[in-house]
């Protein structure tokens, strides 16, 4: 049993499952950066829960030759780098509208704020033009498709 690093194991389940669970795609971006990061983190504790273990140290040795030639591992560790050190990351987005009404579709729009539509879908702007100016993601009852372009093709968030 490895407990530790099990638990982070378990993290990471987490995040994956809540990334199918989501609202905007904002909420799906959070979940998305987290999960990388939690991935990640595994391999740390691994190292640390075994670290004086040579048959670990050897057994880990040749992990890291094989992850090193792995697409998607490169893909990991470059993704994990640019949320890190610029952001979330740099999936793209495609938002279809089916049916949108104007603004009987759009619910809760705080009061001095305007409503934008964009790739990643319908937010409020509030605050524009100062420093608290904000995007929010917007509740609707319209029908609205979002796609996200990965490394792998589309997938339908919400």
């Not at 949108?100 to 033009?129: E, R, Y």
Request: include cysteine; proline fraction near 4%.
């Amino acid at each position: 049993m490895i407990p530790r690093a099990k638990n982070n194991l378990h993290e990471c389940e987490h995040h994956l499952r809540e990334m199918s669970n989501f609202a905007n795609t904002e909420e799906f971006e959070i979940h998305f950066a987290a999960f990388v990061n939690s991935a990640r983190n595994v391999t740390f504790v691994l190292q640390k829960e075994f670290r004086s273990n040579e048959l670990f140290d050897k057994w880990y040795k040749d992990k890291q030759d094989e992850m090193s030639q792995d697409e998607l591992c490169k893909r990991f560790v470059d993704l994990r780098n640019k949320i890190d050190k610029e952001g979330v990351n740099d999936m793209e987005y495609s938002t279809h509208i089916e049916h949108l009404t104007f603004p009987k579709d759009i619910l809760g729009q705080p009061a001095n704020s305007a409503t934008i539509f964009n790739a990643k879908g319908v937010f409020h702007l509030v605050g524009k033009g100062t420093p608290k100016e904000d995007r929010i993601p917007a509740k609707t009852t319209g029908q609205l498709t979002t796609l996200c372009a990965n490394m792998t093709g589309t997938l339908p968030l919400c």
